[in-house]
Nanobody, 126 residues
Framework: QVQLVESGGDLAQPGESLRLSCVAS????????MAWIRQAPGEDPEWITT????????MYADSVKGRFTISRDNSKNTVFLQMTNLKPEDTARYYC???????????????????WGQGTQVTVSS
């Protein structure tokens, strides 16, 4: 079965960096676009970034553009999220997700992501 297991969440101070990882199993990883989605307490989930199958194309939400970078290592079935210049408003649970289709149409629509991991908590506070 499809499994997505995130790690790397932690407590960070504003301006610091964190790197999240997501290891995938149960499917042919390099056939799927992958994404990161986050959910802050009391709020709806928010799509933040998606990467194509090869890692050569990416898209970002405006809220993280220029600060976060998604990448993948298909040899290790892993997708990463490098987060820099963290802000308190980045506090959320971060989920790795598999996109249903190999295109960027409706990339920000949560309905495009049929499988999510259990998430990893990122807290940004001084």
């Amino acid at each position: 079965q499809v499994q997505l297991v995130e790690s790397g969440g932690d407590l960070a101070q504003p301006g610091e960096s964190l790197r999240l990882s997501c290891v995938a199993s149960g499917f042919t990883f390099n056939n799927y676009f992958m994404a990161w989605i986050r959910q802050a307490p009391g709020e709806d989930p928010e799509w933040i970034t998606t990467i194509d199958t090869s890692g050569s194309a990416t898209m970002y939400a405006d809220s993280v553009k220029g600060r976060f970078t998604i990448s993948r290592d298909n040899s290790k079935n892993t997708v990463f999220l490098q987060m820099t210049n963290l802000k308190p408003e980045d506090t959320a649970r971060y989920y790795c997700a598999r996109k249903s289709y190999r295109h960027f149409i409706s990339v920000a629509s949560l309905g495009e992501y049929t499988y999510w991991g259990q998430g990893t908590q990122v807290t940004v506070s001084s």
